[in-house]
């Protein structure tokens, strides 16, 4: 076995055993009071019973496809080279990819949901037992970041694991010509990988914001009960939405990119290793492209672990600094790694673009630059350091345009005293004005990625800023954890000094949140490109032009997908809270007790009617992602397909960003507001009751969706689309 | 002179005489007593002097871009072909197309403020004099019908002449080699054309709904008092607004997409001769092509001109009716004209795909279909006809999408109970949804014209879609005026009788202009993709690869464009409501008596207000619009500005027929629930002032400047940015 690819086990496994260590940990800590007990039951098992039911739908899907994939070859009988992409082999590591996406969703919300209450009893325990509530901050975060870490590190050490599982099964099938033979075996593990997260994204977005929105419209609107009543039959189904949207949502999402930028990087350099036989390039030399993603997945590894472990072991005074420490730590060391990874693994190479017809032309048109043009290590560490950076800008626009810490949010607070009309409309100019320099940041590190590393170079950017998803991960999924955690107090109506932590932790948790979908929003766009690029290499594609009809009606056509897309899923949330609201409203109406609290709601009914809309909702746009793909490559070519993934990517980014900063910046906004930041002409507070804070939890509440729903989906929407498109390239030669 | 340039300047003489006979039907109506005759002089003078400034400003970009195209041929020295289309012929082509749409928005904008009062005067004389309440319908429907004419045949009568004017100077310019020697010069009538709309549609939607969305905020929702009540400070200028904003704004975008459509079909009809000349292909066809859109505008001009008439001689029983009638009279006319053309015209060729280097490359890659495919004057008819067909199918899904006589909207308005954040949010996502019927039909369209005419094929069916524009404009221009005639009514406290008319008049205006939008948006898309391949023809594109990493880069950053652009917008809007709800509430508090009736408050005011907001609003987003081109195009080069244009292009018409069917929808949703049509689940009518009422005047206040500023400006600022590309082609070669 080659040493890479026994490092990138060797690291995957690491993070399962710190992944275990975590767990145990998390275990370990005490549950609190019955009464917290009873809540973390309540959300653990509406959680788990909504995971059963979605992964047994995807089960469908999985199976359906499976049977596609495999039977491909025989269908397309004829067809030249398609076994070396489709049939079984292809399926089995499509099924591998679902299983691996799976399992990390469910054991990581598995861990948060159980992490919540613990945060509290954590935090309780220092308040009210030590009487340090110092102390009670640091404890509460450190069970935290713990949980949302057992997420970070089980997807990027059962992602990598799993390819590295891929891998050596298709060396094994390949009869000694190595994995590299049959590079499109392994594009179905990506796929795998990506339909889950479809379905955990869109499924998930919907539970959450139809569970958040009923609660709210009906909770503090109409019953006049604060968040995170226990009188609001929603509240459970509103926690639990937190998970299976935040934690396992997220974590899906950010799996699959990181999956599937190694996938593109490797894709890549497999057509480049096939080119290498006629011109020259030593085979080593691409085979080492290949081995790249994989030893800076293990880089990357060691690197969020160290990060993770600052946050836990050396956490600074305030919480978000200690965050930040350990981002920044983790980034660094991956930056290093890279370095030296690259150094040591790459020499100076110089390619040149003689070419055959076929496959081949297509790898040559590929890296069809200046003949002769020569790579160099320190290119390639640029290449990925450019993402990395891209990354950082982008999620520190997310930052500015979503914190209540700068301009944008401010002067959008300030407008709210003119109602809720001009609200939503700053709200919606506020995400379409965060688009710009975001997307100029990105084009640039597109543009360096390519002059450094061609289509690989880009292909490696990707990954770049993905290298420290368990980080990244961890961070993200601390929030849900948190904000649980704060539900949890205020059921079990704990001290006001608990809250205050809890408070503190998911405030901070908030800014992570934005920065974490950022990057996200940059990685899938990236990751996409990369996957877009092994697609046309893979169709033959040996020129895709503006000028053809067919591009431009696939670009066309493309464009309008994520827009439908979006409005099928707005449509399932508000159907969902519809009936959300329906029910509360019935429970307040038939159970008696309810408001004077001698009596408790029927917190699973509500979780039922989530799960259920969640379910009905994401069954029609996820089936529309899966099957547009090829309808569009059959009926109108290859070409087209290449021109309706454009499409799709160019709109769909536009608007996952927009609909994130949108959302993002609302419900920033409504915070400041409520904490007494505005002032009307004559100087007097507008505060929690006051016209502008009506408006803007209007503007809040239509953000909602916007950022927890939509714009997540897009990401994944536009990097499934182009998964399946590369899998099924050789179909539309 | 040609015998087609004569049919083509005589059609455009008899359009200019039509209107002058409609001016001076219009002018000698009684105007109604003192009242109403104030009120028309404020709207006339505000709307003029709204004129004035915004031309001023607009003249100063003319001189600029004048001098700079002038002296293009100078700073370009060296380069080969520039003469060709730049420098002072081109800058004199400009001129005339900025003058052309400038006198076509003055005219028309000028006698649709003096249509107003008269209209009023017409139905008050069928009601109080007459007692004939049908007959006073009729001669209200007369005069309207006959102001919103005036601004349709001044824009195909100048429109076409202008074009006339600039073939006749190009071609004594060219020294006997005909003005097809010089294809690039003719562009810069299209570029002025284009350059003024933008600043009449961004200034005016920006002024339109700065106005109505101040006055409505306070009028309405603060002071209690109704629409265009006359104690409203805002009331003139929101009058001024609806004629700045949808009679001379609409008719420069219309004005502009059928100079554009015209134009782009002759210049690929150019590149097809220079072709000609070594493939065999005789010359007389390829002169036959070039010639063919002025004979079909010929064509279009006769056709709305009987449909016009129709209109105002032969009035049905109902409104509605009556204009359809005379739409689909002028259509039917046009596509039998258009057939008749063709089969006289074109006889059958055959084109083959022989090809030299350079441009004519380009013009051989243009058409580089199969080699020796036959094409026939059935054909271009069908190509043509594909356009017709198009448009009237996205002007349906207009209607269905924004009409409260189908399904969506009434859905609409049942959800506005569940209050304003779940109006908005599903307002939103019904404008998503509403682009993906309409985008399959123009992308078959696509499919269809470009098989049966190249893309030569692909510009006839833009002009098929625009041919009966003097209809369209008609049509369009007439609801502001209806819409002031009822103003007019309100303000002067006429029987109730009037108003009734006036409003029948209205509602039937609210249907046609959005069919009018949706025809707008379409004929954008299809005129920018014919600018933008001749842009590709002329900037010697041979190849524009998708996998080319700088048309990547153009394609994300041109897709970025529309969104910032909307943003600036919507910016603009607020700031602009913002001083305006200022001003209302300063005149209620310092004026005495306003409230009262005794005293008038300051309209001139709010009409300068709005004209300084507006004025302000479009200079970034507008010069923002002009340099983005040669930016990207001098920087990254001929293949990125095509990909920048086409990346505009998609989420430009995405954006554009979102927001006009969301807002559209809001706005028919709010009327829908104002006319007692929604019960709730108790059975009691939710009517105006109800819970559902309040959501849905929200969802059409941030509905507003999405139709009526954002989405019309999107058009425009896609076929800008593609023309003023196709002018400086030559530069980036």
């Given at each position: 076995m080659d040493t890479e690819i026994l490092i990138a086990g060797a690291s995957g496994i690491l993070a399962l055993l710190f992944m275990a260590y975590l767990v145990t940990d998390v275990l370990k800590q005490p549950r609190g009071n019955k009464l917290m007990v009873e809540i973390s039951d309540a959300v653990q098992e509406g959680a788990k019973a909504f995971l059963r039911r979605e992964y047994m739908y995807i089960a469908g899907f999985v199976a359906v496809i499976f049977l596609l994939i495999t039977a491909a070859p025989i269908l397309a009988k004829?067809?030249?080279?398609i076994a070396d992409s489709l049939g079984w082999q292809t399926g089995l590591a499509f099924i591998i990819g679902a299983l691996a996406s799976s399992a990390a969703g469910f054991i990581g919300m598995n861990i948060a949901t159980r992490a919540n209450s613990r945060t509290t009893e954590a935090a309780r325990k220092g308040v009210?037992?030590?009487?340090n509530p110092e102390k009670g901050l640091k404890d509460a975060l450190s069970v935290a970041i713990s949980g949302g870490a057992v997420m970070g590190m089980a997807v990027v050490g059962i992602g990598l694991l799993g390819l590295v599982v891929v891998i050596l099964i298709v060396n094994a099938l390949s009869d000694g010509a190595g994995w590299g033979a049959h590079?499109?075996?392994?594009n179905g593990y990506a796929m795998g990988a990506s339909l889950v997260a479809l379905f955990a994204r869109s499924g998930g977005g919907i539970f959450t914001k139809g569970a958040d929105m009923g609660a709210d419209l009906v909770?503090?609107?109409?019953?006049?009960i604060p968040e995170d009543d226990p009188r609001n039959a929603a509240t459970i189904a509103d926690n639990v939405g937190d998970n299976v949207g935040d934690v396992a949502g997220l974590g899906a999402d950010l799996m699959e990119s990181y999956i599937e930028a190694m996938i593109a990087a490797m894709a890549l350099a497999a057509g480049l290793s096939t080119m290498a036989k006629i011109d020259g390039l030593p085979q080593d030399i691409t085979m080492q492209l290949q081995m790249l993603p994989l030893v800076l997945a293990a880089v990357g590894i060691l690197a969020s672990l160290i990060g993770v472990c600052i946050v836990k072991f050396l956490p600074g005074k305030k919480v978000q600094s200690s965050l930040m420490n350990g981002t920044y730590v983790s980034a660094i060391l991956a930056i290093v790694g890279t370095a030296v990874a690259c150094k040591i693994m790459i020499p100076d190479f110089t390619m040149t673009a003689k070419s055959a017809g076929g496959l081949l032309e297509g790898a040559a048109n590929l890296v069809g630059v200046a003949d002769g043009k020569t790579y160099t290590w320190l290119g390639l560490f640029f290449a990925s350091t450019a993402g990395i950076v891209a990354g950082a800008i982008v999620g520190f626009f997310s930052e500015y345009y979503t914190s209540a810490k700068y301009k944008p949010v401010q002067s959008m607070a300030r407008k709210c005293q003119m109602g809720p009309a001009i609200t939503v409309t700053d709200g919606l100019a506020l995400g379409m004005k965060s688009c710009a320099l975001p997307i100029l940041s990105l084009g640039i590190a597109l543009l360096v990625a390519y002059n450094f590393g061609d289509f690989y170079g880009i292909a490696l950017a990707a990954f770049g800023m993905l290298a420290t998803t368990g980080m990244i991960v961890a961070v993200d999924s601390y929030g849900p954890i948190a904000d649980n955690a704060g539900g949890c107090a205020e059921m079990a109506h704990l001290d006001k000094g608990v809250r205050e932590i809890t408070d503190n932790l998911d405030s901070v948790g908030n800014t992570t949140a934005a920065i974490g979908k950022g990057f996200a929003i940059g990685s899938a766009a990236f990751a996409a490109l990369g996957l877009l690029v092994a697609y046309m290499t893979l169709a033959q594609i040996s020129i895709a032009d503006l000028k053809d009809i067919h591009v431009m009606f696939g670009l066309l056509l493309g464009g309008m997908v994520p827009f439908f897309f979006s409005a099928l899923l707005f449509d399932a949330v508000s159907n969902a809270a519809f009936k959300m609201i329906d029910e509360v409203r019935r429970q307040l109406r038939e159970i008696p007790g309810i408001m004077e609290g001698t009596n408790k709601p029927d917190y699973a009914r509500c979780v039922s009617i989530s799960t259920d809309g969640a379910i009905k909702g994401m069954l029609f746009p996820g089936g529309l992602a899966i099957v547009l793909p090829p309808i569009v490559g059959f009926a109108f070519g290859a070409e087209a397909l290449a021109g309706f993934l454009i499409g799709a990517l160019i709109t769909g980014v536009m608007l996952g960003i927009m609909c994130a900063n949108s959302g993002g910046a609302m419900d920033n906004a409504k915070k400041y507001i409520e904490e007494g930041k505005i002032k009307n002409d004559a100087g007097e507070v507008q505060g929690k009751g006051s016209e502008a804070h009506k408006a803007a939890v209007i503007g809040d509440t239509v953000g909602d969706p916007l950022k927890d729903t939509v714009g997540p989906s897009i990401n994944i929407l536009i990097k499934l689309m182009a998964v399946i498109s590369l899998v099924l390239a050789p179909l539309f030669v």
């Open positions: 004829g067809k030249e080279g009210e037992d030590d009487k590079p499109g075996w392994i909770g503090k609107v109409e019953a006049g």
